[in-house]
């Protein structure tokens, strides 16, 4: 089967099983069949883009791939998303594992990532004011950290995404680790020991996991834990709290796109009856693990901003809040500010 012959039986196939986006799931799969192929063939990676594609309609694939292409596209038929069937997705340009254990990553997810980034200079953790309380400035928690270092931490971090892509800009320059001297801590947690998996996989094999460096250099990278929210942190103080929990109201849920609605895991999609139940228990929860001058960052849906606000306005009265909306004008990001 040529590369020509192969995309046009895939769109037929995926077409008549009425798949979203036939056309780019084929390509995408054919694609990632040809590179794993050169690769495996050479030992060297050789990615096979959308223009070498076209470049390259009589190209021949090999038995083997062929093979694998069928079968790719008889699991995209039954409307699996191409990245649990790949099992690899990019996110700010890290490539990340994913399973059905864990919510796919969204391109939008980055802009939250990015609004985190703009609060913490690369060089300086975030100097704290007036602080007289030990415990404010998080001192009996930092386990031999920096004291005046940023907390960071994510709630809900399925694959690791957003801790990961966070901590790829804090890596530190000696051993090639990201270290304390960035004077940012990142700290994640999942209530599914199974999402644990794979952000722990992730962070192993991008060099951003937990490890010790010798002599005076320590070595700091994501510390995950397990369990409900805020419940694994008894004791802790963080600076920042970033989380993309499930927003989606209960009722919506049926409606989503079959690729959603039947593969990716429901507990990261059900945010109860408005949408908005489990960050209300988290802002309810956040005020005795907050340190002064704290912010949060939510991802959130349409017409949130305004849920978000009354709740804000209910258990953090002295908070400012903001609303972001992405490209397409839709309330994304939610700050909340002390």
Not at 7 to 31: D, Y
Request: proline share 3%; net charge negative; glycine share 8%.
């Amino acid at each position: 089967m040529r590369v020509k012959e192969a995309l046009k039986w895939a769109n037929r196939q995926l077409k008549n099983n009425k798949v979203s986006e036939p056309e780019k799931s084929a390509e995408f799969l054919l694609r990632q069949v040809l590179s794993a192929g050169a690769q495996s063939h050479t030992g060297c990676g050789i990615e096979w883009d959308k223009a070498k594609l076209i470049a390259n309609p009589d190209y021949a694939l090999t038995g083997k791939q062929e093979e694998q292409f069928r079968q790719f596209i008889e699991r995209r038929k039954k409307h699996e998303p191409v990245w649990y069937i790949t099992g690899r997705i990019e996110f700010y340009g890290l490539d990340l594992e994913v399973s059905q254990d864990v919510l796919i990553p969204r391109p939008e997810t980055e802009f939250l990532v990015e609004e985190v980034l703009s609060v913490i200079p690369a060089e300086a953790g975030i100097q704290r004011k007036d602080c007289i309380d030990s415990r404010l400035c998080g001192n009996d928690s930092k386990k031999g950290g920096n004291d005046n270092a940023a907390r960071i931490l994510e709630l809900g971090t399925g694959s690791g995404a957003i801790s990961l892509a966070l901590a790829s800009q804090f890596k530190g320059k000696k051993e090639g680790f990201w270290s304390s001297q960035n004077d940012v801590e990142i700290f994640a947690s999942d209530i599914s020991s199974d999402a644990l998996k794979i952000a722990k996989r992730n962070a192993k094999r991008l060099g951003l996991d937990s490890r010790s460096g010798s002599g005076m250099t320590k070595i700091v990278g994501i510390e995950f834990r397990q369990g409900d929210l805020l419940a694994p942190w008894q004791g802790e103080m963080f600076d920042i709290i970033v989380a993309n929990l499930p927003y989606i109201p209960h009722e919506d849920l049926d409606s989503l796109a079959l690729d959603i609605h039947h593969w990716e895991p429901r507990v990261a999609l059900d945010g109860g009856k408005e949408g908005l139940e489990i960050y209300e228990r988290l802002i309810k929860q956040a005020k005795d693990y907050l340190n002064e001058n704290y912010q949060m960052f939510f991802e959130i849906g349409i017409g949130q901003g305004k849920g978000i606000r009354k709740l804000a306005e209910k258990y953090l009265p002295e908070a400012s809040v903001e609303i972001k909306k992405d490209y397409g004008d839709i309330d994304r990001i939610a700050i909340i500010k002390g």
